[in-house]
């Protein structure tokens, strides 16, 4: 597929429970951060942002956790499905536009 | 269903050839991204443009690659030569700024 087969770290955990996908990122001065999802032969999806602002925001069944303190970025689904299983990327963004990708993690669900 | 068009979807090429790769962004977007994804390096920046202007182009090879936007629908990223070291998947996204980016299904690049 379209992710290319990547080498990422992997976390794998059963149907119905939550998952936690960790990233660090390194820019102090980014505005945004992202979190998206990229399914085997496709591009990646946009899940969720938080402002730099902020430390927490909540969408449908995920929730992003921003600390500043020690640049720690977090999703969390509740109640994972099968569904769920793709590469997961943190993104990062400055005031000018520039989006920076992070390394993924692969999310396996086993029923 | 407003969606990112990529073509090709598949290209196979012999080394030294020129590659033309074109993406038709989202109607309205002001903000359009190329990335190429490699086993190895993940999602890289080449180059991405505001208003059709190029705003950082620093994560492409300046001697082969090329980006342009010749108007609001039409993005091409060319590579001349082509060396077998590019293959690698490219994906278009557009988007109106603050880290929302609609990707394309990429071009899958293989040169031999």
């Known amino acids: 597929g379209e992710s290319v087969g990547l080498h990422l770290p992997t976390l794998s955990v059963q149907e119905g429970d939550n998952s936690i996908i960790n990233c660090a990122y390194s820019?102090?001065?980014?505005?945004?951060f992202i979190w998206y999802k990229q399914e085997s032969g496709k591009g990646p999806q946009f899940i969720i942002d938080?402002?730099?602002?902020?430390d927490k925001r909540q969408g449908q069944r995920v929730t992003v956790l921003l600390n500043k303190t020690v640049k720690h970025l977090s999703l969390q689904i509740a109640a994972t499905q099968p569904g769920d299983s793709a590469v997961y990327f943190c993104a990062e963004m400055e005031n000018t536009d520039k989006l920076i990708f992070g390394t993924g993690t692969r999310l396996q669900v086993f029923p | 269903d407003a969606r990112v068009t990529q073509t090709p979807r598949h290209k196979v090429t012999e080394m030294g050839q020129e590659v033309t790769m074109r993406c038709q962004p989202i109607l309205g977007h002001n903000t359009v991204f190329w990335y190429r994804q490699t086993m190895m390096q993940g999602l890289e920046l080449l180059a991405y443009f505001r208003n059709r202007a190029p705003l950082d182009d620093s994560g492409m090879p300046k001697d082969r690659f090329s980006a342009e936007m010749p108007d609001a629908t039409l993005a091409t990223l060319k590579i001349q030569p082509s060396e077998p070291r590019d293959s690698a998947v490219y994906f278009c996204a557009s988007g109106l700024g603050q880290g929302r980016a609609f990707f394309g299904q990429g071009t899958r690049l293989t040169v031999v």
């Open positions: 820019n102090s001065a980014s505005d945004y």
């Open positions: 938080i402002r730099s602002n902020m």
